[in-house]
């Protein structure tokens, strides 16, 4: 089924949707957790069928591994952070969470033990809580689950700067990690007050400094569109990382959304404009390009490699693993891209297949530490809710993913799908191209300029119909937590 789009009902959506404030930009996937449900099917039923699709094409799978727990922050979680938590009550709770960890990954043995393992990934919550010991343990039950962990592929460890130190990051590398992403926020120790975090500049880059030390690639997450943040303080901050020498920057708007505190009346009179937060995107875009980044996605830059020690630092595999799930050659698929989730709130995205007759899934983990550990004490993988897929579905899926890159290969869409993307959303593209948003040649769709910086509410807009017809289902009254695939926020 194609929905097709009049031309009246885009112009519409677009010029309602353009100055409004939109939520959950970086890790925009179709479709929200809100719309999911407890699954209907024994999970161990859905991970047999799955071996079923593994026999037709290799899947390559991208392993995260959740953390529940973050440091209180008054404002509560940083003040715009939407993603599931709980508060972080010393060694105690790590202990007992990470003897959980270990019957989840026993659990997954008899239907994960075969992939290809293609990169790992350690998020939350925030990772490096954990003591120096806890990172080579953990890391041991992926090798155990996979039957080793390749010595190439891409490892990564989030965290916060304050909670760095030597000890920490030498067993971090010594456990065979060799990515570190922190989540900074901002530079400006006047700015980063309004998170609540107790965080300096000083911090920040006595950890970078660390990382290079330990030989470990790493990535700072910036936001803009801060609380009084001003053109010259972003610009600021991005000069400051660049000379620090970090490897990968992630520089994104600020989530405003929800119940948050930045989302608060109060908090909102200290934000940009939205006028301004698209003047620094492009600003911060230039100046990037500049100083010899490539821009990868929407909110993504990766220093230029001169070396193949550079091109390791640079790569950003997990997230990027997403953006187009599938190999393909001559309309045959060759490999399909899976994510796998151990952990607290941790999500499974399974694409096994893209006929119209394929199956295809995504799940979460339970998002109340209670409710993860209960359910592994009644022999049950904690599974919360999730969402089965139409043909429609991963037809968006995948579109979703490929505009985060700001480019869609018609030419490929066409092989997957044997739909014309096109003719499939004439009208959409016709008024892009008006408003000078896209520019279309016979590969690829390009997103341009405002374009770009209005990728979450152009994927919104081709998603809008597939999700009326799911909303008028079933009304659900569920939280918005934002999904952590690419995301994935």
């Given at each position: 089924m194609t929905y097709h789009f009049s031309k009246q009902y885009v112009q519409s959506f677009i010029d309602k949707e353009e100055f409004r404030r939109q939520s959950n930009?970086?890790?925009?996937?179709?479709?929200?957790?809100?719309?999911?449900?407890p699954l209907q099917e024994p999970i161990d039923f859905l991970l047999d069928e799955r071996s079923g699709y593994a026999m037709r094409s290799e899947f390559e799978v991208n392993l995260y591994v959740g953390t529940p727990f973050c440091i209180k922050t008054k404002p509560a979680r940083c003040g715009f952070c939407l993603f599931p938590s709980e508060d972080y009550e010393g060694n105690k709770g790590v202990e007992r969470y990470i003897a959980y960890l270990k019957k989840e990954f026993e659990m997954y043995k008899p239907f994960y033990g075969s992939d290809t393992l293609a990169s790992i990934y350690f998020g939350g919550g925030t990772p490096n809580l954990y003591r120096p010991e806890h990172y080579g343990q953990i890391m041991e039950y992926v090798d155990t689950l996979y039957g080793g962990v390749p010595a190439d592929i891409e490892k990564t460890l989030e965290g916060i700067p304050q909670l760095f130190n030597?000890?920490?990051?030498?067993?971090?590398s010594e456990a065979g990690f060799n990515r570190v992403s922190m989540g900074v926020q901002q530079l400006n120790d006047n700015l980063i007050k309004y998170s609540g975090r107790k965080q300096t500049r000083k911090?920040?880059?006595?950890?970078?400094?660390?990382?290079?030390?330990?030989?470990?690639?790493?990535?700072?997450?910036?936001?803009?569109?801060?609380?009084?943040?001003?053109?010259?303080?972003?610009?600021?901050?991005?000069?400051?990382?660049?000379?620090?020498?970090?490897?990968?920057?992630?520089h994104y708007e600020l989530n405003v959304a929800g119940r948050s505190d930045f989302a608060s009346p109060k908090k909102r009179a200290l934000l940009p404009t939205i006028e301004t937060n698209i003047e620094m995107y492009r600003m911060a875009n230039e100046y990037l390009h500049s100083e010899g980044f490539e821009q990868v996605?929407?909110?993504?830059?990766?220093?230029?490699?001169?070396?193949?020690?550079?091109?390791?630092?640079?790569?950003?595999?997990?997230?990027?693993?997403m953006h187009d799930f599938v190999d393909q050659e001559n309309g045959e698929i060759q490999k399909t891209r899976q994510v796998c989730g151990i952990g607290y709130s941790a999500v499974n995205f399974h694409?096994?297949?893209?006929?119209?007759?394929?199956?295809?899934?995504?799940?979460?983990?339970?998002?109340?530490?209670?409710?993860?550990?209960?359910?592994i004490d009644d022999?049950?993988?904690?599974?919360?809710?999730?969402?089965?897929?139409?043909?429609?579905?991963?037809?968006?899926?995948?579109?979703?993913?490929?505009?985060?890159?700001?480019?869609?290969?018609?030419?490929?869409?066409?092989?997957?799908?044997h739909e014309d993307l096109l003719a499939a959303y004439a009208e959409v593209w016709n008024e892009l191209a008006r408003r000078q948003w896209i520019k279309i040649t016979d590969e690829s769709i390009e997103?341009?300029?405002?374009?770009?910086?209005?990728?979450?509410?152009?994927?919104?807009?081709?998603?809008?119909?597939?999700?009326?017809?799911?909303?008028?289902?079933?009304?659900?009254?569920?939280?918005?937590?934002p999904v952590r695939i690419e995301a994935t926020a």
């Amino acid at each position: 089924m194609t929905y097709h789009f009049s031309k009246q009902y885009v112009q519409s959506f677009i010029d309602k949707e353009e100055f409004r404030r939109q939520s959950n930009k970086v890790l925009h996937g179709h479709p929200s957790p809100a719309h999911w449900k407890p699954l209907q099917e024994p999970i161990d039923f859905l991970l047999d069928e799955r071996s079923g699709y593994a026999m037709r094409s290799e899947f390559e799978v991208n392993l995260y591994v959740g953390t529940p727990f973050c440091i209180k922050t008054k404002p509560a979680r940083c003040g715009f952070c939407l993603f599931p938590s709980e508060d972080y009550e010393g060694n105690k709770g790590v202990e007992r969470y990470i003897a959980y960890l270990k019957k989840e990954f026993e659990m997954y043995k008899p239907f994960y033990g075969s992939d290809t393992l293609a990169s790992i990934y350690f998020g939350g919550g925030t990772p490096n809580l954990y003591r120096p010991e806890h990172y080579g343990q953990i890391m041991e039950y992926v090798d155990t689950l996979y039957g080793g962990v390749p010595a190439d592929i891409e490892k990564t460890l989030e965290g916060i700067p304050q909670l760095f130190n030597e000890a920490k990051l030498r067993a971090i590398s010594e456990a065979g990690f060799n990515r570190v992403s922190m989540g900074v926020q901002q530079l400006n120790d006047n700015l980063i007050k309004y998170s609540g975090r107790k965080q300096t500049r000083k911090q920040v880059f006595d950890a970078v400094d660390l990382c290079h030390k330990y030989n470990l690639a790493n990535s700072m997450d910036l936001i803009y569109g801060w609380p009084e943040q001003t053109m010259d303080n972003m610009l600021q901050d991005l000069k400051d990382a660049i000379a620090a020498g970090v490897h990968h920057l992630t520089h994104y708007e600020l989530n405003v959304a929800g119940r948050s505190d930045f989302a608060s009346p109060k908090k909102r009179a200290l934000l940009p404009t939205i006028e301004t937060n698209i003047e620094m995107y492009r600003m911060a875009n230039e100046y990037l390009h500049s100083e010899g980044f490539e821009q990868v996605t929407v909110y993504d830059w990766s220093r230029k490699a001169n070396s193949d020690d550079d091109v390791r630092k640079a790569s950003y595999d997990y997230e990027h693993s997403m953006h187009d799930f599938v190999d393909q050659e001559n309309g045959e698929i060759q490999k399909t891209r899976q994510v796998c989730g151990i952990g607290y709130s941790a999500v499974n995205f399974h694409p096994n297949g893209l006929d119209s007759d394929d199956r295809s899934w995504i799940y979460m983990n339970q998002t109340s530490l209670k409710d993860y550990c209960q359910d592994i004490d009644d022999g049950k993988f904690p599974i919360g809710r999730g969402f089965m897929y139409n043909h429609q579905d991963v037809k968006l899926a995948w579109l979703f993913q490929s505009m985060q890159t700001m480019s869609i290969n018609h030419s490929n869409y066409e092989n997957i799908f044997h739909e014309d993307l096109l003719a499939a959303y004439a009208e959409v593209w016709n008024e892009l191209a008006r408003r000078q948003w896209i520019k279309i040649t016979d590969e690829s769709i390009e997103f341009i300029d405002k374009g770009q910086y209005y990728i979450p509410m152009l994927q919104s807009l081709i998603a809008s119909v597939r999700l009326e017809e799911i909303r008028s289902v079933k009304k659900l009254t569920v939280s918005d937590i934002p999904v952590r695939i690419e995301a994935t926020a």
